[in-house]
């Protein structure tokens, strides 16, 4: 509650004056007047008229009804005029009871329904994902995490639409430099429109035209349970279905939820071909344009006669009808992200198939470069976070290069110049190929003093 604006109700009239779903309502009874301002599009209908129209009838006089409105749970404190025009736009409920204003949080939140995982799948663990709502985000991390030391910091982010931020963290295995350099760069983040965790990680990123990501995304709550037990910062931002984890290190971007679930064989098992299916897809275009145009004495001379006798009649080298096809493949997948569902998986096979048949028909490729194109896309989707999968996309494409312009010896460069490229990145400190991220739980004497 604040006293003496005077202009406020004047203020708010004006600065809403073109918005058709302001309501500015007076109520009457026993000669008093209340007046309420709120959008309608956005606010609480029926908890405004549960919580304050009927009390307001049945409370004897305004006093009390002060006094029973200022004990409500919602009620916000504010400082300033332009405070409560920002809380009159997010939903918020501003009563005037004489001069005197009372402010209230009665927003309408229609988009708290917890959704399945669309991103992160998996076979044994939960198919929940988070919602785009945060409290709802807050309650299912607090149903899995019984942790009476959680921090939660709630703050507010953007210029523009000041849209709630929040910050999770388990005090007892967080890293203390590390929370202060996530806290100072979310501070000194000055962006006027924040939307979503996906616009954090790229403005995060240390580098504003870095590859690699060093934070993660995900839409699962049992991953952010895991990287907060692991002494991880989480940062959440109301209307986003993910999360934001950092700092994230490239084992992270090569791990999925089944390798906690799963039994140690079949993990290990798996984890193998995801490792195997990074190198395919990072080094099998690169190797067939070194091995055909450059070191074909490498190859059996079965195979290396199998090879040339698929390429007879094709106008072009190598290098060219590679990166053709792969360019190709890109076309498919950004068609199937981008068309409707309904349509999407039916047209890119479709496409795909013509455009291989037709291409081999026409002699303009070699049949078993469709063997090699849809080996690198399939490996390329063993990659379990989205993220790191695009990464290796873009970077498949300078072996290709170097391997174009120096055959097998500049394909080992260009791996060498990409190993290099991982080993000088850090994500908070942390070094990207670091084994494993190990948490560092704080001893009892250390917390007591």
Known sequence: MRQNFLGLADKILE???????????????????????????????????RLFIKPFFEVGNLNEYCSYIRSLTIFKEFKDEDEVLQALSIGHLLVKVHYQYFLFDTKNVKNNVILETAVETTVHGPHTAFSEDFETNLNMIRHRYHEPKLAIEIDKIGKRNDVNM??????????????????????NLDKSLIISVGQLQKYMNKKSKALLPTTLLTERP?????????????VMIDGSPFVLIAPAIFYDFMSAMDDIYQFFWATMFIRLLRY???FLTLLLP????????????????????????????????????????????????????????????????????????????AVLISNIMIIIVAAVAIANFVIPI???????????????????????????????????????VDSYGEPYLKVMYEKK?????GESA
Do not use: C, W
């Not at 049992?222 to 989480?234: H, L, S």
């Not at 739980?441 to 004497?445: A, C, D, G, L, Q």
């Open 286 to 361: 690169g190797l067939y344009v070194a091995v055909t145009s450059y070191n074909t004495e490498v190859f059996r001379v079965q195979l290396a006669l199998s090879i040339a006798s698929s390429r007879v009649g094709v106008p072009y080298p190598s290098f060219i009808e590679v990166l053709f096809m792969l360019l190709m493949m890109e076309f498919l997948i950004e068609a199937s992200l981008r068309l409707p569902k309904t349509i999407s998986s039916t047209a890119t096979m479709v496409g795909g198939l013509i455009l291989g048949q037709a291409a081999t028909e």
């Open 15 to 49: 600065q809403f004056s073109q918005a058709d779903d302001l309501i500015h309502h007076d109520i009457k009874y026993n000669g008093e007047t209340v007046t309420l301002y709120f959008l309608k599009s956005i606010a609480n209908e029926d908890s405004i008229t």
């Open 441 to 445: 739980e704080k001893s009892v004497k």
């Open 166 to 187: 929040v910050l999770i963290y388990d005090p007892t295995y967080v890293n203390p430099n590390t929370l202060d350099a996530i806290k100072t760069d979310l501070k």
């Open 386 to 424: 989205n993220e790191m999968s695009v990464a290796i996309r873009v970077l498949k494409y300078v072996l290709l290069f170097t391997a174009s312009i120096g055959g097998l010896m500049g394909l080992t460069l260009g791996f060498v110049m990409i190993l290099f490229y991982f080993i000088q």
């Open 276 to 278: 195997g299916g990074l």
């Open 222 to 234: 049992d991953r952010t349970i895991f990287a907060i037990e692991k002494g991880k910062v989480v």
